[in-house]
């Protein structure tokens, strides 16, 4: 079984998406801009920067994701496009919150300023929206197809992957 989990930052698609790779004894995979940065020695802020100009790094980290996800027999694929682009997915879920909650949560994740992450992260919402529509022609604000929609916000992280776990198993 293949499952995609995708959500913005802050929503919890990564931290779901281990916890069900660990219930469920799945392959994680989960490679995005901070470990690109990370291999290039940059930020994310410069990555992100690149990205607006240059689609080579969203088309390497979703190249990544989706090599290892086709060659592993049994995944879970936590991704901001998991959704949209790992088509034979068995299982698709898309999880989302408000922004209040999204800031709390990579405040708390990252530190920081609540303002200043609130403003990076509607930049950043509006960027990538932009990125995926031109480059896939991807609209990540139309998720009504996938298996399981859930708000983040009324959850925490190992309730929503057991909501997503059960799902699975009564499909």
């Known amino acids: 079984m293949k499952i995609a989990i ?3 930052s802050g929503c919890g698609n990564t931290t779901v998406s281990k916890i069900i790779s660990e219930k ?3 392959k994680f995979i989960n490679f995005t801009f901070r ?3 990370q291999e290039k020695n940059m930020t994310l802020s410069e990555v992100l920067e690149k990205a607006k100009t240059d689609d080579f790094w969203d088309k390497e980290t979703d190249r990544r994701q989706l090599m290892e996800a086709r060659f592993s027999q ?5 991704s901001r496009l998991a959704i949209w682009i790992l088509a034979e997915a068995g ?3 898309y999880l989302f919150a408000d922004l209040e909650t999204r800031v709390r949560r990579i405040q708390k994740r990252e530190g920081g300023s609540f303002e200043e992450i609130k403003a990076f992260t509607e ?3 509006g960027e990538d929206h932009e990125r995926y529509m031109k480059t896939y022609n991807i609209n990540n604000n139309e998720y009504s197809f996938a ?3 859930i708000d983040t916000g009324k959850y925490n992280a190992d309730e929503t992957a057991n909501l997503i776990i059960n799902a699975i198993k009564n499909k």
Do not use: Q
Request: charge should be positive; aromatic fraction near 4%; include cysteine.
């Open 6 to 8: 995708s959500g913005k």
């Open 24 to 26: 469920l004894n799945l």
């Open 35 to 37: 470990n690109l940065a």
């Open 74 to 78: 049994n995944c879970v694929l936590g």
């Open 91 to 93: 299982f698709k879920a």
């Open 123 to 125: 930049k950043r919402d």
């Open 147 to 149: 298996d399981l929609i």
